[in-house]
T-cell receptor, first 113, second 111 residues
Framework: QKEVEQNSGPLSVPEGAIASLNCTYSDRGSQSFFWYRQYSGKSPELIMSIYSNGDKEDGRFTAQLNKASQYVSLLIRDSQPSDSATYLCAAKYSGAGSYQLTFGKGTKLSVIP | DAGITQSPRHKVTETGTPVTLRCHQTENHRYMYWYRQDPGHGLRLIHYSYGVKDTDKGEVSDGYSVSRSKTEDFLLTLESATSSQTSVYFC??????????FGSGTRLTVV
């Protein structure tokens, strides 16, 4: 069973702080990883993708991948109230059906003004 | 959700009736997916398509069927709706190497 695990939260951080969201995955053959943001009542929106070990930065967002530990994280710097949402981690597995994503259940982030 | 639309956005139907949800894309992406999202379960794959008339089952396919007669359209049918199929349904599209783009979702209530 291919699984993606996330802490459901809620994770509360003060405005301006760094929010750290974590995700682990079960299949060592996973190739690609994605972070989605989902506001309440809306559809998921892709914010970051990462394919190689290390860090990838895009504005206030940094995705980190450690394939040896099967661990993916998302850092949000200078958190804003508008970042309050549920963040979904997803993994694309290798092999048959490799175009499918498996999603974690999401971590709810609350940024307190 | 530029390039992908779902219809209807909301639907209430009675137990035992058939229901069809439509996903339409203008991106010419090869892959299309239907997910359902429920509290405590996250997004779960119902069916997916990797080309015209090429479809396969996901993890929660019982009670659902799909069809894809054109690249741009992917239909999800609930053969005989049950209360357990009350959910939010999302369609998504993708190409090789890319993440998904999701539609706005359909909120289905089975009474």
């Amino acid at each position: 069973q291919k699984e993606v695990e996330q802490n459901s939260g809620p994770l509360s951080v003060p405005e301006g702080a760094i929010a750290s969201l974590n995700c682990t995955y079960s299949d060592r053959g996973s190739q690609s990883f994605f972070w989605y943001r989902q506001y309440s009542g809306k559809s998921p929106e892709l914010i970051m993708s990462i394919y190689s070990n290390g860090d990838k930065e895009d504005g206030r967002f940094t995705a980190q991948l450690n394939k040896a530990s099967q661990y993916v994280s998302l850092l949000i710097r200078d958190s804003q109230p508008s970042d309050s949402a549920t963040y979904l981690c997803a993994a694309k597995y290798s092999g048959a059906g490799s175009y499918q994503l498996t999603f974690g259940k999401g971590t709810k982030l609350s940024v307190i003004p | 959700d530029a390039g992908i639309t779902q219809s209807p956005r909301h639907k209430v139907t009675e137990t035992g009736t058939p229901v069809t949800l439509r996903c339409h894309q203008t991106e010419n992406h090869r892959y299309m997916y239907w997910y359902r999202q429920d509290p405590g379960h996250g997004l779960r794959l119902i069916h997916y398509s990797y080309g015209v008339k090429d479809t396969d089952k996901g993890e929660v396919s019982d009670g659902y069927s799909v069809s894809r007669s054109k690249t741009e359209d992917f239909l999800l049918t609930l053969e005989s709706a049950t209360s357990s199929q009350t959910s939010v349904y999302f369609c998504a599209i993708s190409e090789v190497g890319l993440g998904y783009t999701f539609g706005s979702g359909t909120r289905l209530t089975v009474v």
